[in-house]
Nanobody, 123 residues
């Protein structure tokens, strides 16, 4: 039983930076693995970043590797996604998700989702 509330999405220029936050409430935050996903209009929801509950391991697809950084602050029950060197193709609704099992890149593996926050990168 975890509730997720996202914030930080906005319009940003190409090459700029943005940090998304996802605040968790409910049961203990630390046992959950967490991930970020994004979905552009007419496209499938895709994995963006994932992190283990301890924060010791992070995973990224090639499309964002080197530009995005996922982190978590268990004391504040908050997940972050730092996005640098943003590109127009990063435009999407971004979702955070949590589950009690091992880290997965598949949306179907996650049971708890935030409401989504819009990120728009202008060219």
């Amino acid at each position: 039983q975890v509730q997720l509330v996202e914030s930080g999405g906005r319009l940003v220029q190409a090459g700029g930076s943005l940090r998304l936050s996802c605040a968790a409430s409910g049961r203990t935050f630390s046992p959950y693995v967490m991930g970020w996903f994004r979905q552009a209009p007419g496209k499938e929801r895709k994995f963006v970043a994932g992190i283990t509950w301890s924060g010791g391991s992070a995973f990224y697809p090639d499309s964002v590797k080197g530009r995005f950084t996922i982190s978590r602050d268990n004391a504040k029950n908050t997940l972050y996604l730092q996005m640098n060197s943003l590109k127009p193709e990063d435009t999407a609704v971004y979702y955070c998700a949590a589950d009690s099992d091992g880290l997965s890149t598949a949306p179907s593996a996650y049971e708890h989702w935030g409401q989504g926050t819009q990120v728009t990168v202008s060219s």
